[in-house]
């Protein structure tokens, strides 16, 4: 069991920090969430059997933890990763940060269900199973976001993928 953990622990610790962060918006934040999503995905190891089943179980372990941490007082309190000032969104490198610092404005299931589904290129399914809710929930907390996105940053902007790249 121990060495099963590891190797998945190895193999998908990449994918789960870049989710972690996409969420946190902080490095820290996002160490400390693979870290603990790891330690609950070890302790219900033997249950999960399956390595597509224990990521998605940790994907949700981090999702549901990074919620609870914003829903604390405390946690609006933290410093964080920002725009430095006299970045130009004309440009692609500034594109993507005024991009990023708008996505981190977003209330966290908005954040986490665009996370989940333009980042991450998860189906809407897939997307509901990981953060506990249906898919309607789902196309609802995208449609929310997007047009909170457009709203705050202008129709001009718009078609742009989340990666600040245009189709």
Known sequence: MGEEFAEFARGRH????????????DRGLADDLVQEALLKTYIAWRRLRDPLAAEAYT???????????????????????????GVSPSDDTGTRLWLWHELLQLPPRQRAALVLRYYEDLTEAQTAEVLGCSIGTVKSQVSVALRKLRDRLGDDVFPLDLTGARP
Do not use: F, M, Q
């Not at 990449?14 to 918006?25: K, N, T, V």
């Open 59 to 85: 994907r949700k372990v981090i999702t549901n933890t990074a919620i609870d941490w914003w829903r604390r007082k405390s946690y609006h309190e933290r410093p964080h990763d920002d725009v430095p000032d």
């Open 14 to 25: 990449g994918a789960l920090y870049r989710y972690a962060y996409l969420l946190a918006g």
